[in-house]
T-cell receptor, first 111, second 113 residues
Framework: NAGVTQTPKFQVLKTGQSMTLQCAQD?????MYWYRQDPGMGLRLIYY???????DKGEVPNGYNVSRLNKREFSLRLESAAPSQTSVYFC??????????FGDGTRLSIL | GQQLNQSPQSMFIQEGEDVSMNCTSS?????WLWYKQDPGEGPVLLIA?????ELTSNGRLTAQFGITRKDSFLNISASIPSDVGIYFC?????????????FGKGTLLTVNP
């Protein structure tokens, strides 16, 4: 999935710890998105940013915050991690009406 | 909220067989997308559909945007082992909420060589 880079690829946290997931795209896309993927649930939208300087809640925003640092970067922060936030997190980006492009994901386990 | 009902949830087929999966909704959408996800990777776009009734092919894959704008199907012909993965449908409305995609829960495809 060239173009959308997520770091880290894997992370293990203890309950209550904080963590920022990083996402960067080099395709000059305006919109960026954070999803979580859980078994049998498909992809659920956490937050999105339609353009630089704006962010909006998605379907499952509780427990998360985001920052659209600039046009390239969109980070997702867990202030106090909970076991229910164990998941695979995907960042995506899009230009105009084009389909979204996804990164390879961050696999997060919270003990 | 908007939901996409994707079926079947899983399929186990022999190499060379054809595969069909579909997505339905009670809501109208203006764009339908089909993604494939390989293990350990993010979803990759296979086919995008922008017009009701549109039938589009990408190699052995064919997808259609339903006339009612409430459904779409994906067919894979002559399956091969590398077709293994999870296939997701996704759909988007136009207008104020057009930044958001709604996803189906996926179809897990296993191909037996």
């Amino acid at each position: 999935n060239a173009g959308v880079t997520q770091t880290p690829k894997f992370q293990v946290l203890k309950t209550g710890q904080s963590m920022t997931l990083q996402c960067a795209q080099d395709m000059n896309h305006n919109s960026m998105y954070w999803y979580r993927q859980d078994p049998g649930m498909g992809l659920r939208l956490i937050y999105y940013s339609a353009s630089e300087g704006t962010t909006d809640k998605g379907e499952v925003p509780n427990g998360y915050n985001v920052s659209r640092l600039n046009k390239r970067e969109f980070s997702l922060r867990l202030e106090s991690a909970a076991p229910s936030q164990t998941s695979v997190y995907f960042c995506a980006s899009r230009r105009g009406e084009q389909p979204q492009h996804f990164g390879d994901g961050t696999r997060l386990s919270i003990l | 909220g908007q939901q996409l009902n994707q079926s079947p949830q899983s399929m186990f087929i022999q190499e060379g067989e054809d595969v069909s999966m579909n997505c339905t909704s009670s809501s109208i959408f203006n764009t339908w997308l089909w993604y494939k996800q390989d293990p350990g990777e993010g979803p990759v776009l296979l086919i995008a559909l922008y017009k009701a009734g549109e039938l589009t092919s990408n190699g052995r894959l064919t997808a259609q945007f339903g006339i009612t704008r409430k459904d779409s199907f994906l067919n894979i012909s002559a399956s091969i082992p590398s077709d293994v993965g999870i296939y997701f449908c996704a759909a988007r409305r136009s207008g104020g909420s057009n930044y958001k995609l709604t996803f189906g829960k996926g179809t897990l495809l296993t191909v037996n060589p």
